[in-house]
């Protein structure tokens, strides 16, 4: 047993195994976190060799435009999966959280054919719903994609993409990442950019030694640190990521976290920096001189900083405090979801430190559903 009460395994695939019956706090975000590489692995193979894509490429595959749509980590999903549609295909391609379309629909739709993409873990979320009879309403096909069979979603939506991804914790992890690589598998068929659906495909076995070493990693740096803000950095479609570190930060850890495009953390947030400040770099590498240079203002003005690179040079070494090397020989836009356990370990184990059960936050539910008079109901029992 580790000193988590969870029982450990080392086989660089997996880190624990979780009763159905445990009550160890933070014990199932764990398990789902850790068991990732599995999952991944899983949710291509059985997409890739789906009816369900063979359906998407048919029907929606000659669209000019696609739109994103989600809430929380599935709007964040939605800003990752966006940037990488227009990298690979070069069709115009945006996120937007589903309360834009509710509150401001003049805002999102244009006169153009868009192909509408709605994310839902759960398939229940009810703002996700709306945007999805709002479509209906309007008569524009749509896809989703989802952790659940059979739910609202699907009877709403035109296609349905089903991974079996979903977790017993509250908050999103490897239902995150596993939405996110079909996203991306989706773009690389639709770009018929084979070399990249075969990097995605290669992925999760070369991520698995370098994941199975990082969960100690972070759980000696948080229990060395004690930080009272945390500002997560991103460019590109990085900055998705950087939107859901600082989701996870919040919610398991109940801890303050913000949120910038890195450059733009010079134009007056980095007054707030101390040392107690926990600066979280996500590297891209078209950005990558640039962020080392703020790197390492951001290290003279006194901030505590976590790195994550695929390779780091000297000038990172010397500026992080706790470097991330991913060491991953596939394309960037192939390194997004393991560039994300970093900081679900983060949360988990902050959390953890500050003696709550990152399983499940204070009001929060695993989906937002709401009366009709727009509260929030309680969630039904799975």
């Not at 990172?316 to 997004?336: G, N, Y």
Request: glycine share 8%; aromatic share 6%.
């Amino acid at each position: 047993m580790s000193d988590s009460g969870i029982d450990s395994q080392s086989d660089g695939n997996s880190i624990v195994r979780v009763s159905p019956h445990t009550t160890v706090s933070g014990a199932f975000s764990l398990a789902e976190i850790s068991s990732q590489v599995q999952c991944w692995e899983a949710c291509l193979a059985e997409f890739s060799q789906s009816q369900t894509l063979k359906e998407i490429e048919i029907r929606f595959g000659e669209g000019p435009e696609w739109l994103f749509i989600g809430c929380g980590s599935s709007y964040y999903v939605a800003l990752a999966a966006a940037a990488t549609m227009k990298s690979l295909t070069g069709r115009r391609a945006w996120a937007v959280p589903a309360s834009e379309i509710l509150l401001y629909p003049e805002l999102v739709f244009g006169t153009g054919v868009c192909v509408p993409v709605l994310i839902s873990r759960s398939g229940q979320t009810s703002e996700v719903l709306k945007a999805a009879e709002v479509l209906k309403e309007r008569g524009i096909p749509s896809l989703a994609i989802s952790c659940a069979q059979g739910q609202s979603l699907e009877k709403l939506a035109t296609c349905t993409i089903t991974l079996p991804a979903d977790e017993r914790s509250t908050v999103m992890t490897r239902s995150f990442t596993s939405m996110l690589l079909a996203l991306q598998f989706l773009a690389g068929q639709l770009a018929r950019n084979h070399a990249y659906c075969d990097a995605l495909v290669a992925m999760p076995q070369a991520a698995s030694v370098m994941l199975f070493q990082l969960h100690d990693q972070i759980r000696e740096f948080v229990s060395n640190h004690t930080f009272t803000n945390y500002v997560c950095l991103g460019h590109g479609a990085f900055y998705g990521l950087a939107c859901e570190y600082g989701l996870k930060v919040t919610e398991m850890s109940l801890s303050i976290a913000q949120v910038f495009h890195s450059l733009e953390f010079r134009h007056g947030p980095k007054s707030a920096v101390t040392r107690e400040s926990l600066l979280i770099f996500l590297l891209s590498d078209r950005g990558f001189e640039a962020e080392c240079d703020l790197l390492e203002e951001m290290k003279s003005l006194g901030g505590t900083t976590l790195v994550v690179a695929n390779h780091a040079n000297g000038r990172i070494k010397r500026a992080a405090d706790l470097l991330v090397e991913l060491r991953l020989p596939v394309p960037e836009l192939a390194r997004l979801a393991p560039a994300l356990v970093p900081g679900q370990l983060l949360a988990l184990h902050t959390g953890l430190k500050k003696g709550l059960n990152p399983d499940t936050p204070r009001y929060l539910t695993r989906s937002v559903i709401l009366s009709e008079d727009g509260s929030q109901k309680p969630e039904p029992v799975a």
